[in-house]
C-alpha cells in the first residue's frame, strides 16, 4: 500500500474550476492504476475518473465526462482531476484511490488498495 494525500479542494461558485491533485509520501504511483472516487454528504461513495498505470487508459462517469479530465505525472509522482464547469451537484468530499493489481481499470472501490483522507469540494449556486 501507499500513502495517499490529496490537495486542492475549496470552496467555488457554479461555472467555475478547480484541480484536485494526489500524491504520496513514500513510494511510487507509477505501478497502480488511479482513480478519483467521491462522497457527498448522505449518499454512498461514487466512482468519478480512473486512470490506467500506463496512463493510456481513462475511464469517466457520464456525469463527469467533458468536464473533468484525469491526468498523472510520473516524474511528479502525482495525479491530477481538473474539474471544470462545476455544478452544485459537484459538492462532495474527494478521495483519490490506488489500485495495484494487475486487472484492467475498475470503477470498483473495492478493487482499490489505498485510499488518501479526502477534500472537500463545495460549488455554490
Known amino acids: 500500500q501507499v500513502q495517499l494525500v490529496e490537495s486542492g479542494g475549496g470552496l467555488v461558485q457554479a461555472g467555475g474550476s478547480l484541480r484536485l491533485s494526489c500524491t504520496t509520501s513514500g513510494g511510487t504511483l507509477s505501478g497502480y492504476h488511479m482513480g478519483w472516487f467521491r462522497q457527498a454528504p448522505g449518499k454512498e461513495r461514487e466512482f468519478v475518473a480512473a486512470?490506467?498505470?500506463?496512463?493510456?487508459?481513462?475511464d469517466y462517469t457520464d456525469s463527469v465526462k467533458g468536464r473533468f479530465a484525469i491526468s498523472r505525472d510520473y516524474a511528479k509522482n502525482s495525479l491530477y482531476l481538473q474539474m471544470n464547469n462545476l455544478k452544485p451537484e459537484d459538492t462532495a468530499v474527494y478521495y483519490c484511490a490506488a489500485d495495484r493489481g494487475r486487472g484492467p481499470l475498475s470503477r470498483k472501490d473495492s478493487d482499490y488498495d489505498s485510499w488518501g483522507q479526502g477534500t472537500q469540494v463545495t460549488v455554490s449556486s
Open positions: 486512470i490506467s498505470r500506463s496512463g493510456f487508459v481513462t
